[in-house]
């Protein structure tokens, strides 16, 4: 939920459902709402040591270095090529929609080579045409698979064991990238385990922090790749970032209260548990999916995502029958019932909207969202199944029953065990 300015001022908050940034708890409002401190403090740099201990911890890695940007998704990506791929070298994006092709497009802006797989709309990337691309790459020129896990355009999750399955399995040496900007904290993603080598994150979404740091975790390997690519780079260059002083590890002044704030960020998640978040996520991505799929039996709207399993725990895109108009319904929705939700990106301007239900959410403020987007649906005069909300309430009442049930099995195994 956000507030109103002063000029618009209405009763309450407004909700805030983009699939980021998103909703900022008040613990970490307020741990920012602090004055700076000099580049000396040691202060700062157990804050920015608990950061990156913290992050390790939310990508599952105990052996992956972090490097902080001050920047946004984009410029991690742009932090990452620079340092794996010298100019002319080659990476495979397998084609999950918009945002593996603005990666790809920012690689060939930068003078490396993109290889692409076929896009399937509407299905997650068949990794068997990724074991296909590097089989066929007999002289080893890919130096990489960069591989977006939720697509958030699309609403898609795609599956990174696949992808290191196929690696493997053409006996590939590329390195696994992984963009998890719109999934951590929100699916379940364990670096280690997966075997991915580098993962890139941003702060405004899963992190439920403001939009402004950008992160990259990369394992020895990747090191490796780094220390042997000559291409000419500066202030992204992992290597001048390595040392103890802040100044030295943001290559310059430090965002110190957005730190403040992700540190707290970090420690929220760590005290409901990254199991129990993962769990939050699915249970209300489901109670929208749920909405959705009713909402739709009147042939106006669509789940974009044609396999259930796929579907991501982040974000829900929803495609519209052509001469619905997407920003109106955006307009009437935040303004007259509060509710913000995302517009269709890049081939989906226009013909889809996205409910993003990521982050600090809980299941009131998830039914005031939909209840919000059917008033909107209603006002604009678009035929839809009326009893979504119903269906939402539903799925969040039995899920919730299973999670008590869960947990008190859980503490009752405990006690037998004490
Ligand atoms: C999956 C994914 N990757 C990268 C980005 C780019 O991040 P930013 O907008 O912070 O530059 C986004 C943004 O939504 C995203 O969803």
Not at 71 to 93: F, I, Q, S, Y
Not at 201 to 230: C, E, H, W, Y
Not at 296 to 302: C, F, P, R, T
């Amino acid at each position: 939920m956000t507030h109103n300015g002063p000029s618009s001022r209405i009763p309450g908050d407004r909700f805030l459902h983009s699939p980021g940034p998103t909703h900022i708890p008040a613990e970490v409002l307020s741990a920012m709402h602090r004055q700076p401190m000099d580049h000396g403090d040691p202060r700062l740099d157990d804050i920015i040591a608990n950061c990156e201990a913290g992050l390790r911890r939310l990508l599952r890695t105990a052996q992956a270095e972090v490097f902080l940007y001050i920047a946004n998704g984009h410029g991690a990506w742009e932090a990452t090529t620079e340092n794996l791929l010298a100019p002319g070298a080659a990476a495979l994006l397998p084609s999950t929609g918009h945002f593996s092709e603005q990666w790809a497009r920012q690689l060939e802006a930068t003078g490396r080579r993109a290889i692409r797989t076929t896009y399937r709309p509407g299905y997650p990337i068949d990794a068997s045409e990724v074991e296909e691309v590097l089989r066929a790459d007999t002289r080893h020129e890919i130096a990489a698979v960069f591989a977006v896990h939720t697509d958030t355009a699309s609403g898609i999750t795609h599956d990174l064991a696949a992808m290191r399955a196929a690696i493997d399995a053409a006996k590939h040496p590329a390195l696994l990238v992984a963009d998890v900007v719109a999934s951590l904290g929100a699916a379940p993603f364990a670096m280690d385990e997966l075997g991915v080598n580098v993962a890139v994150g941003a702060s405004q979404k899963g992190l439920m922090s403001p939009p402004g740091l950008g992160f990259i975790a990369v394992d020895a390997r990747a090191a490796q790749v780094a220390n042997r690519n000559t291409a000419p780079r500066h202030y992204w260059d992992w290597n001048r970032r390595r040392g103890t002083q802040s100044y030295q590890k943001f290559c310059g002044t430090p965002p110190q209260n957005l730190l403040f704030g992700i540190e707290a960020a970090l420690a929220l998640i760590e005290r409901e548990g990254l199991e129990a978040v993962w769990a939050r996520h699915a249970l209300l991505a489901r109670a929208v999916q749920a909405a959705v799929e009713r909402w739709s039996s009147e042939g106006a709207l669509q789940l974009h995502c044609r396999v259930r399993e796929a579907r991501s725990t982040s974000v829900t895109t929803i495609e519209v029958r052509e001469g619905i108009d997407v920003e109106a319904l955006r307009t009437v929705a935040r303004e007259r019932f509060q509710v913000a939700f995302a517009g269709g990106l890049g081939p989906f301007q226009g013909r889809a909207f996205r409910i993003g239900h990521l982050g600090d959410l809980n299941a009131a403020m998830i039914l005031g969202c939909l209840g919000g987007v059917e008033a909107a649906l209603a006002v604009q005069g678009i035929a839809f199944g009326r009893d979504g909300v119903a269906r939402a309430v539903a799925c969040l009442a039995e899920g919730s029953s299973l999670r008590a049930r869960s947990s008190r099995d859980q503490r009752t195994a405990a006690d037998v065990r004490s």
